[in-house]
T-cell receptor, first 114, second 110 residues
Framework: DTEVTQTPKHLVMGMTNKKSLKCEQH?????MYWYKQKAKKPPELMFV???????INESVPSRFSPECPNSSLLNLHLHALQPEDSALYLC?????????????FGPGTRLTVT | RKEVEQDPGPFNVPEGATVAFNCTYS??????FFWYRQDCRKEPKLLMS???SGNEDGRFTAQLNRASQYISLLIRDSKLSDSATYLC???????????FGQGTELSVKP
């Protein structure tokens, strides 16, 4: 089963709110990822966790704060976002973070910042 | 120059047609190659990995030419359900970072 789940499916938040996106996988994968995708564009990598440690931060603003509580869970904490942060946020996982492994994506959270 | 380049399309083809997508990548150190498909407002789904020897999965055939740094995807006997955006994806083996092409939109018409 190559399933990655994400909650919530949709989120509308104001610029002063704090919210969190959640991602879960039960495939025993040891690498998990956050991507941001704007309309008609490919996904852009934000963060990579490998064995529960942050291994890549693609210079993402500090208003996005990732957390990996355990090997199955990945959170993205959001605070003081801007309207331009509205996008589809995708979580992915792979067996490991080396290049040979395919990444499997969750259905995403569609975020609107008002 | 983009690291991974694809023809953006759109490709509009009739059902039953054969359609080919091409992709080039700039980093000769790239190690892994994939095709993903993405339906409108959905997540990317892995279609197939691409191997040096070429690989086939039903109506889909992927080829890799490392010397030319070129990847292709051939879809035979296209179906209405093949309508989607096809993403060419390359991995340099830098900690799991995938490099995506801009995607090629395919529309299969009855």
């Amino acid at each position: 089963d190559t399933e990655v789940t994400q909650t919530p499916k949709h989120l509308v938040m104001g610029m002063t709110n704090k919210k969190s996106l959640k991602c879960e996988q039960h495939m025993g994968h040891r690498a998990m990822y956050w991507y941001k995708q704007k309309a008609k564009k490919p996904p852009e990598l934000m963060f990579v966790y490998s064995y529960e440690k942050l291994s890549i931060n693609e210079s993402v603003p500090s208003r996005f704060s990732p957390e990996c509580p355990n090997s199955s869970l990945l959170n993205l904490h959001l605070h003081a976002l801007q309207p331009e942060d509205s996008a589809l946020y995708l979580c992915a996982s792979s067996q490991a973070s080396s290049g040979a492994y395919e990444q499997y994506f969750g259905p995403g959270t569609r975020l609107t910042v008002t | 120059r983009k690291e991974v380049e694809q023809d953006p399309g759109p490709f509009n083809v009739p059902e039953g047609a054969t359609v080919a997508f091409n992709c080039t990548y700039s980093n000769s150190a790239s190690q892994s190659f994939f095709w993903y498909r993405q339906d409108c407002r959905k997540e990317p789904k892995l279609l197939m990995s691409v191997y040096s020897s070429g690989n086939e999965d039903g109506r889909f055939t992927a080829q890799l030419n490392r010397a030319s740094q070129y990847i292709s995807l051939l879809i035979r006997d296209s179906k209405l359900s093949d309508s989607a955006t096809y993403l060419c994806v390359v991995n340099h083996n830098q900690g799991g970072k995938l490099i995506f092409g801009q995607g090629t939109e395919l529309s299969v018409k009855p």
